[in-house]
C-alpha cells in the first residue's frame, strides 16, 4: 500500500476516533486495527495526523475511547514481546503502536485525573488472554508496556542480530533468550561489536523514544525538593522486574561511549549517508541520564542503573568510558581546513549530565579521571563551552553545569596537580593568547565569563572564584596574563561601590586573597608573575587595609554606583588579542527557546569546608555562621533581569552594577556591618610580603636605572621569603556536597534538555509541561 494510502487511512481512523460519541468496544478489531495494522506511516506522519487538539477532546468527551485505544495498543506490544515479531507485518504493528503511544502518553500526563491511569489495572474487557493466571492478567498497563518496550529491545532480526540461522521457531525463544549475549556494543562487560545495522538502530531508536516519552511524566509535576517523591515509571524499569535491565543499562553506555562521530575519518562522510547510530546514541544518552536522575543510592529504593553504574570497576571499563566521552565532548571543538567535513555533535549537555552522574555515583570512576592527565580531555571542552556560551541567556543551565563538574573535580588535589600540564592544544577560543598551563586557561577563561558575561551569571562568581581557591595551593607557576587577570578581578571587587553594594559581594574579595595567600604560602618559588603583578597592584590591598567604613563613604559609593557606572579599568592592551580562529561569544538568536531553572542554592550549602592535614588527608571543618558567609539569599540566584550584551571588558563595571541591583533593592550597609567582615579580611601574609619586597625591588630600580620587568622578575625568581611570612595557614578545600536543591535543580535542567532536543517530532511541544517554563529569548 502506497504511503499517501496509509496516511488516508490512518486519518480516517483518527476523524471515526473524535467524531464517535459513544464508546466503542475493546473487541471491536475492526475498528482498532485501522491504527496500526494496515498502516506503514512514520513517527511524522503520527505527529501530523493526529493534532494535539484531537487528542484533547478525545480525551474530554470519550474518555473510554481513549482509554481502549491505549489500552489496545499496549496489547499489540505485549503480544509482538511475546511472539518476537516474526513477520514484518507484526513488526510494522509494533511501530505504528510504539509511534501512537509515544504521540498520545504527553497528553495522559497533562491531565492529572488521567494520570493514574495507566497504574490502574484494566477491568473486564479483552485481559490479554481469559486463561492467564489472575496475578499475570492484573498487571497495570504502566508495568505491561514497560516490560513489553524491553523485551522487544532485545528481540532477534528486530532490535538485536538473531544467533539462529533459521527463524526462532516456538514462542519460548522470546522467553528464554538470554539478553546478555544480545548487548547492542562492545565495551563495559561484553567483548564483541556486532555488525551496525541500520534498521536495528531505527527500531531501538523509536523504542526508546517510546520510554522516554513514559519517563517525562516528570515533567508534568512542579519542582520539588522532596526526595521522596519517585518517578513511577523509572522506578518499577529499573527494578529487578525488568529482567533485561543489565544487558540494557550496558548496551545504552557503550553504544554512547564507543561511538565515533567523525565518519572513521574520511572527511565529509556524514554528508553522503544519515547517520542512524547519531540518533540512538541521542535517545541512549538521554535514557540514562533520566534513569540515573533518582535520590542518592543511599536514600533512594534499589535502582538497578545506579548500582551498575556504582559497580563498574576495571580499569579498562573506566578508560573505555572516559575516552569515549572526551572524544564526544572534544567533538564540538575540531576546527578542521575544510569547513563542515566533520559532523558535530549536539549532544554535549546530556554527556555532562552523565559525566558528572559517573563521578557522584562512582567515587572510583572520579580516582580514576583524576589519577593521569586524561582529566585535561574534559576540562579543555568544558572551559570551551563556558567561554562559548558566556553571553547567551539560553545556553545558562550549560554554564551552571559546567561550573559544577569543575567544582566538583576542584575538591580532589589531584585536579589541582593536573592543571600545571602546559596547555599547547591550539583551541580557537576568544581569549587573549598566552603561553603557559592549563591552570592559566582556567583562570583566563573564569576572568572572561565574569568580565564579559551576561549578568544573570553573577550567582555562580562565588563558585568559580571557589574553584581558582580549591586549586590554588598547587598551582606550581602562572603566567603574567593570568596573575594579572586575577589582580585585575580584585581591583574591579574591592571598589567601595561594589563592595558596599550587596550584602554578598564582599566574599569574593575573601576567596581572591585566600587563593593568593594559599599560593604565596605554599608555592612562592614558582610564582614570580604572580608576586610582580601584587607588588605592581599594591595599592589595592592597601586601600582595602584601609576601607573607610563611616556613613558618608558608604552613601557615596552609592550614589556613584547609581549615576556613573564607571568601568573595569582595561588590561594592557596586548593581552586582548585574541586567539586565531576564534569567534565572539555572542547572545542568543532572537526567538531562541529556553527552559527557565530554579535557583541554586548558595556556595555556603554546595560545599563543605574541609582542611588538608599534615599527612594529605582531609578533615571536615564545622560549619561556622561567621559574618564572612551569611546564608545566600535566594534573590541572588533567580533575578532574571534582561542581558546586557556588550561584549567587552568595558561592560564588566557596568554589568556587576546592574546585576548587585537588580537582586537587593532595599540593601541599606551600616558601618558595623562594614567592621564586621572588614576585620577579618586576610591581609596579613601579602602585607608582609609587601613590606619586605617592595623595598628591596625599588632599590634595584634606582641602583641598576631599571625599567625592565625581565629583570625584576629574575630578581623575585630567586629571592626567597622563608621565615619572613606568617606562619602557614591549613589549607581549606570547599567540597561539593549534594543536597535537595541541587537535585531539584538537575532535575529540572535535564527535562528542559531533553524537552528543547525533541523536536522531531516534537514530543512535548504546545503541552501543558509544569516542571519550567519555556520561554521564547
Aim: charged share 20%; glycine share 4%; aromatic share 10%.
Amino acid at each position: 500500500m502506497g504511503n499517501t494510502d496509509s496516511k488516508l487511512n490512518f486519518r480516517k481512523a483518527v476523524i471515526q476516533l473524535t467524531t464517535k460519541t459513544q464508546p466503542v468496544e475493546a473487541t471491536d478489531d475492526a475498528f482498532w486495527d485501522q491504527f496500526w495494522a494496515d498502516t506503514a506511516t512514520t513517527v511524522q506522519d503520527v505527529f501530523a495526523l493526529l493534532p494535539a487538539a484531537e487528542i484533547r477532546a478525545v480525551r474530554e468527551e470519550s474518555p473510554s475511547n481513549l482509554a481502549t485505544l491505549c489500552y489496545k495498543a499496549v496489547e499489540k506490544l505485549v503480544q509482538g514481546a511475546e511472539s518476537g515479531c516474526p513477520t514484518e507485518k507484526e513488526k510494522q504493528i509494533v511501530l505504528n503502536c510504539t509511534r501512537m503511544l509515544s504521540r498520545i502518553l504527553p497528553y495522559i500526563f497533562e491531565d492529572q485525573d488521567w494520570r493514574g491511569f495507566f497504574w490502574s489495572t484494566v477491568p473486564g474487557a479483552g485481559r490479554m488472554d481469559d486463561m492467564e493466571d489472575e496475578d499475570e492478567g492484573a498487571r497495570p498497563l504502566a508495568e505491561s508496556l514497560l516490560l513489553a518496550v524491553a523485551d522487544l529491545l532485545f528481540c532477534p532480526d528486530f532490535t538485536v542480530q538473531s544467533h539462529k540461522k533459521g527463524r526462532p521457531d516456538s514462542v519460548e525463544d522470546m522467553q528464554s533468550l538470554d539478553s546478555c549475549e544480545y548487548i547492542w556494543e562492545a565495551g563495559v562487560g561484553f567483548a564483541q561489536s556486532p555488525p551496525l545495522n541500520y534498521i536495528h538502530d531505527i527500531n531501538r531508536t523509536e523504542l526508546l523514544r517510546l520510554l522516554l516519552t513514559c519517563f517525562s511524566e516528570a515533567m508534568y509535576l512542579p519542582p520539588t525538593s522532596d526526595n521522596s517523591i519517585l518517578n513511577p515509571w523509572v522506578t518499577f524499569f529499573c527494578s529487578t522486574e525488568n529482567r533485561h535491565a543489565l544487558p540494557l543499562f550496558t548496551s545504552l553506555l557503550n553504544v554512547v561511549c564507543a561511538y565515533d562521530p567523525i565518519g572513521y575519518g574520511i572527511p565529509y562522510n556524514h554528508l553522503l549517508f544519515s547517520d542512524y547510530r547519531e540518533q540512538l546514541v541521542e535517545q541512549a544518552v538521554q535514557i540514562l541520564i533520566v534513569t540515573l536522575d533518582t535520590p542518592h543510592p543511599s536514600i533512594g529504593p534499589n535502582n538497578l542503573f545506579v548500582n551498575y553504574l556504582s559497580r563498574i570497576h576495571r580499569e579498562e571499563d573506566y578508560d573505555f568510558v572516559l575516552k569515549g566521552l572526551a572524544r564526544l565532548l572534544t567533538n564540538p571543538l575540531t576546527q578542521t581546513y575544510l569547513p563542515n567535513s566533520t559532523k558535530k555533535i549536539q549532544f554535549h549537555q546530556e554527556l555532562l549530565v552523565l559525566f558528572w552522574k559517573l563521578c557522584d555515583f562512582n567515587k572510583k570512576f572520579l580516582f580514576f579521571v583524576l589519577k593521569s592527565s586524561d582529566v585535561l580531555d574534559i576540562l579543555v571542552p568544558i572551559l570551551y563551552y563556558l567561554n562559548d556560551a558566556r553571553a547567551d541567556q539560553s545556553r545558562v543551565g550549560l554554564m551552571h553545569i559546567s561550573v559544577f563538574i569543575l567544582l566538583l573535580l576542584s575538591g580532589e588535589r589531584n585536579f589541582g596537580v593536573r592543571l600545571n600540564k602546559p596547555y599547547s592544544l591550539h583551541v580557537p577560543m576568544d581569549i587573549p593568547v598566552f603561553t603557559g598551563t592549563h591552570a592559566d586557561l582556567l583562570i583566563v577563561v573564569f576572568h572572561k565569563i565574569i568580565t564579559s558575561g551576561h549578568q544573570r551569571l553573577q550567582p555562580l562568581y562565588d563558585c568559580l572564584l571557589t574553584i581558582v581557591v580549591n586549586v590554588s595551593p598547587y598551582l606550581k607557576s602562572l603566567s603574567m596574563v593570568a596573575a594579572n587577570k586575577l589582580l585585575h578581578l580584585l581591583e574591579a571587587f574591592s571598589t567601595t561601590w561594589f563592595l558596599f553594594s550587596a550584602p554578598q559581594n564582599h566574599h569574593l574579595v575573601f576567596f581572591l586573597l585566600e587563593a593568593f595567600n594559599n599560593i604565596i604560602q605554599y608555592q612562592f618559588d614558582g610564582n614570580c608573575n604572580l608576586v610582580y603583578a601584587i607588588i605592581r597592584k599594591r595599592n589595592v590591598f592597601h586601600q582595602l587595609a584601609n576601607l573607610p567604613s563611616d556613613p558618608t563613604t558608604i552613601q557615596k559609593a552609592l550614589q556613584r554606583k547609581r549615576k556613573s557606572p564607571d568601568v573595569i579599568s582595561r588590561t594592557s592592551s596586548q593581552e586582548t588579542v585574541s586567539m586565531e580562529g576564534s569567534r565572539p561569544a555572542v547572545p542568543a538568536e532572537p526567538g531562541t527557546l529556553k527552559a527557565s531553572l530554579v535557583a541554586m542554592p548558595g556556595i555556603d550549602k554546595l560545599t563543605e569546608k574541609s582542611q588538608v592535614s599534615e599527612d594529605g588527608t582531609l578533615v571536615a571543618v564545622p560549619q561556622t555562621e561567621s559574618p564572612q558567609t551569611p546564608e545566600h539569599s535566594a534573590a541572588a540566584g533567580t533575578s532574571d533581569t534582561e542581558s546586557i550584551s556588550g561584549r567587552d571588558n568595558e561592560m564588566a563595571r557596568r554589568r556587576l552594577s546592574s546585576s548587585s541591583s537588580s537582586a537587593i533593592s532595599h540593601w541599606n550597609p551600616k558601618p558595623d556591618w562594614v567592621l564586621s567582615w572588614k576585620s577579618k579580611l586576610p591581609l596579613q601574609t601579602i602585607m608582609r610580603l609587601l613590606q619586605v619586597l617592595v623595598p628591596q625591588v625599588e632599590k634595584i630600580c634606582i641602583d641598576k636605572g631599571l625599567t625592565d620587568e625581565s629583570e625584576i622578575l629574575k630578581f623575585l625568581q630567586h629571592g626567597t621569603l622563608v621565615g619572613l611570612l606568617p606562619v602557614p595557614h591549613p589549607i581549606l578545600i570547599r567540597k561539593y556536597q549534594a543536597n535537595a536543591g541541587t537535585a531539584m535543580w538537575f532535575c529540572t535542567y535535564m527535562w528542559g534538555v531533553i524537552y528543547l532536543r525533541n523536536v522531531d517530532p516534537p514530543i512535548w511541544y504546545d503541552t501543558d509541561v509544569r516542571l519550567f517554563e519555556i520561554q521564547r529569548m
